[in-house]
């Protein structure tokens, strides 16, 4: 099946420092992916639709000078906490659909982030 | 808009009990369901879907699904239960509106 992977893993930063995040479709071309944050011991919370050559489409309330998502290629989307505080500490998992299964996603592993 | 709701955000059964766990939607149409399960500290794991094909969906693990569009439900069961179905559980709904964005429910977290 379609792979989707996540870089870093896990990631510690200190408080008013940026870190970024990269989803990678290994297999298949995603020119959409989606971007989710869980809290923890709770659901998934959609933050965004990332576009690949065009600008992403935020869900209300997420704010975007603050999640900045950048979809440089068919392959690849980022996410960059700007300015992280501890309040953005959450795990966040991307997901890209399959080009052919309408309607189904591709989850990738999750990124830990903790922000000290 | 559409949303989907699982009842009981815990759920405690024996090992080889029965495994129930609940899903229902809300849509002006039948929409694409999924069940997900998650481990700690991982990512989701598809364990089945409904496409609008087999009403009675078969998916890994042994686990299985029922959509039943009179009573807007997709629940999740087993026949029984094994120590490693311990995780938390995931019901979503795909938005067919083109987005293909899913919804997830609350999840359920279960307990063997």
């Known amino acids: 099946g379609a792979v989707v992977s996540q870089h870093p893993s896990w990631v510690i930063c200190k408080s008013g420092t940026s870190v970024k995040i990269e989803c990678r479709s290994l297999?298949?071309?995603?020119?959409?992916m989606f971007w989710y944050r869980q809290f923890p011991k709770q659901s998934l919370m959609l933050m965004a639709t990332?576009?690949?050559?065009?600008?992403?489409?935020?869900e209300q309330g997420v704010e975007k000078d603050k999640f900045l998502i950048n979809h440089a290629s068919l392959t690849l989307s980022t996410l960059t906490v700007t300015s992280a505080h501890p309040e953005d500490s959450s795990f966040y998992i991307c997901?890209?659909?399959?080009?052919?299964?309408?309607?189904?996603?591709?989850f990738g592993p999750g990124t830990r982030l903790t922000v000290t | 808009a559409q949303s989907v709701t699982q009842l009981g955000s815990h759920v405690s059964v024996s090992e080889g009990a029965l495994v129930l766990l609940r899903c229902n939607y809300s849509?002006?149409?039948?929409?694409?369901l999924f069940w997900y399960v998650q481990y700690p500290n991982q990512g989701l794991q598809l364990l089945l879907k409904?496409?609008?094909?087999?009403?009675l969906v078969k998916g890994i693990n042994g686990f299985e699904a029922e959509f039943k569009k009179s009573e807007t439900s997709f629940h999740l069961t087993k026949p029984s239960a094994h120590m490693s179905d311990a995780a938390e559980y995931f019901c979503?709904?795909?938005?067919?509106?083109?987005?293909?964005?899913?919804?997830f429910g609350t999840g359920t977290r279960l307990k063997v």
């Open positions: 997901s890209a659909p399959d080009s052919v299964l309408v309607g189904e996603q591709y």
């Open positions: 297999d298949f071309q995603a020119t959409t």
């Open positions: 990332s576009n690949e050559g065009s600008k992403a489409t935020y």
């Open positions: 849509s002006s149409v039948p929409p694409y």
């Open positions: 409904y496409t609008s094909a087999a009403t």
């Open positions: 979503a709904v795909s938005d067919l509106s083109g987005t293909y964005k899913y919804i």
